[in-house]
């Protein structure tokens, strides 16, 4: 599959401090995704977005199509300690194509 | 909904061994995936189906792996003979409509081959 580049790879912050991550490919993609996964569990469905330029917000995370379509960003905003987890972007080349998973980004949120 | 059921949850064997994974995916998802994670490669497809029919299999490893969905509650990920490098956690994951829909993943199936 089409590689998608993640960073960073992994985050150390503190509760309140707002986080920003994003994945960057050399194709382009025309669906990007966000998922979480915490120990133990698969990855959920965060944030999907569907056009170039697309800012869409779920609750204190906020995600975004880059316009070339080779990239997109995720935000979380006053970071908690339940965010702690492992963040995956997700990319569809096109119909009928399966996602492509980047490597993740691990947050760690202090109290 | 249950959502994406996977058994067994970990699953220890010797080299050589035959092991089956299975999963129950979501009622009316027509789409299902099987995904396989590691640290060194994260999140690969390995194989997916579209109304029980395998659409693309080019992620399966080799040979030694093989997947079927006899209907539409029920798909298998046989490893025969499993070895050391297939230790990974596995994960079967379905959709409505596809990619674009985004996936609901299980649990998954921690495998470790000694």
């Known amino acids: 599959g089409q590689q998608l580049n993640q960073s960073p790879q992994s985050m150390f912050i503190q509760e309140g401090e707002d986080v920003s991550m994003n994945c960057t490919s050399s194709?382009?993609?025309?669906?990007w995704l966000w998922y979480k996964q915490e120990p133990g569990e698969g990855p959920v469905l965060l944030i999907a977005?569907?056009?170039?330029?697309e800012l869409t917000s779920n609750g204190r995370l906020t995600a975004q199509f880059g316009i070339t379509r080779k990239d997109s960003f995720l935000n979380i905003s006053a970071s908690i300690p339940s965010d702690v987890g492992i963040y995956f972007c997700?990319?569809?080349?096109?119909?009928?194509?399966?996602?492509?998973f980047g490597k993740g980004t691990s947050l760690l949120v202090t109290p | 909904d249950a959502g994406v059921i996977q058994s067994p949850r970990h699953e220890v064997t010797e080299m050589g061994q035959e092991v089956t994974l299975r999963c129950k995916p979501i009622?009316?998802?027509?789409?299902l995936f099987w995904y396989r994670q590691t640290m060194m490669r994260g999140l690969e497809l390995l194989i997916y189906?579209?109304?029980?029919?395998?659409?693309?299999d080019s992620g399966m490893p080799e040979d030694r792996f093989s997947a079927k969905m006899p209907n539409a509650s029920f798909s298998t990920l046989k490893i025969q003979p499993s070895e050391p490098r297939d230790s990974a956690v596995y994960f079967c994951?379905?959709?409505?409509?596809?990619?674009?829909?985004?996936?609901?993943f299980g649990s998954g199936t921690r495998l470790t081959v000694v």
């Open positions: 994951a379905s959709s409505p409509g596809g990619a674009a829909y985004g996936y609901t």
């Open positions: 194709s382009i993609f025309n669906t």
């Open positions: 977005l569907y056009k170039a330029g």
């Open positions: 997700a990319g569809q080349l096109g119909s009928g194509y399966a996602l492509n």
């Open positions: 009622s009316g998802h027509d789409y």
């Open positions: 189906f579209n109304n029980n029919v395998p659409i693309d």
